[in-house]
């Protein structure tokens, strides 16, 4: 992955977890999302939480 990504976590491990890519830049990564199907594993220590948007407001 060349930029940064948001997804949901899927499965936690014990050092990591198993994310559903949901947003990416497709300028730079439309190909790697295809190869990867829209998931990857990523380590817990290089996870940044991203608050979710609130409906209505």
């Known amino acids: 992955m060349e930029a940064d990504f948001a997804g949901i976590v899927e499965k936690v491990y014990e050092n990591s977890a198993l994310v559903a890519i949901t947003d990416y830049d497709t300028k730079t990564d439309r190909m790697n999302i295809q190869d ?21 407001a």
């Not at 990523?42 to 939480?49: A, G, R, Y």
């Open 36 to 56: 990867l199907q829209n998931k990857t594993v990523v380590s817990l220590s290089k996870m940044k939480l991203k608050p979710r948007a609130t409906k209505g």
